[in-house]
């Protein structure tokens, strides 16, 4: 059974840098086609996809934000960290990782973690 | 990237029914399209892959087509539980886009 859980601060201010970790269990990224990705839902707004990891280490990042987004994977722990930086109150969203299949679909998601940006 | 709309952007529907809803690409996706339901409160699930292709534990009510620019996802007979938001999404570009949603309400 494949599982994915977000985790990470649920407020963070203006300016600050956000990290956000996947823990996994039920596959592995060492395994070839294997990718793990981050998709956000702003409150009452549609998915919207951030960046995606892969098993040999290739990552894609979402053009309009390429320049605040990270993200790495440590394989001994099964987890995914994105990070992004100099956050702004409409980076509040619910935050959710997800396995990529390599025909390109994400299943399963994880429950998704609301982070809100505030002062 | 590669621009994704949905139509109707909502409806109302009632038990039973037959609803439809299509998802179209700025340019050709091949099959490389996929199909979420989402319920409040709850992470999207998928429910369709690769534009015709049910995901395991899915009813068979749900059924996907088309190919290149346009697709549909059909819910031969309405239940109470198909009550929810469903989104497209391709993977044709490595710049994965979502539709922006069909929310489908009761009548």
């Known amino acids: 059974q494949i599982t994915l859980r977000e985790s990470g601060p649920t407020l963070v201010k203006p300016t600050q840098t956000l990290t956000l970790t996947c823990t996994f269990s039920g596959f592995s990224l060492s395994t070839s086609g294997v990718g793990v990705g981050w998709i956000r839902q702003p409150p009452q707004k549609a998915l919207e996809w951030l960046a995606v990891?892969?098993?040999?280490?290739?990552?894609r990042y979402r053009p309009s934000l390429k320049s605040r987004l990270t993200i790495t994977k440590d394989t001994s722990k099964n987890q995914v960290v994105l990070t992004m930086t100099n956050m702004d109150p409409v980076d509040t969203a619910t935050y959710y990782c997800?396995?990529?299949?390599?025909?390109?679909?994400?299943?399963?998601w994880g429950q998704g973690t609301l982070v809100t940006v505030s002062s | 990237d590669i621009q994704m709309t949905q139509s109707p952007s909502s409806l109302s529907a009632s038990v039973g029914d037959r609803v439809t809803i299509t998802c179209r690409a700025s340019?050709?996706?091949?099959?490389?399209l996929h199909w979420y339901q989402q319920k409040p409160g709850e992470a999207p699930k998928l429910l369709i892959f690769a534009a015709s292709r049910l995901q395991s534990g899915v009813p068979s009510r749900f059924s996907g087509s088309g190919s290149g620019t346009d697709f549909s996802l059909t819910i031969s007979s309405l239940q109470p539980e198909d009550f929810a938001t469903y989104y497209c999404?391709?993977?044709?570009?490595?710049?994965?886009?979502f539709g922006p949603g069909t929310k489908v309400d009761i009548k």
């Open positions: 997800a396995r990529k299949w390599e025909l390109g679909w994400f299943d399963p």
């Open positions: 340019q050709s996706v091949s099959s490389y």
């Open positions: 999404q391709q993977s044709y570009s490595n710049i994965f886009t």
């Open positions: 990891i892969y098993w040999d280490d290739d990552k």
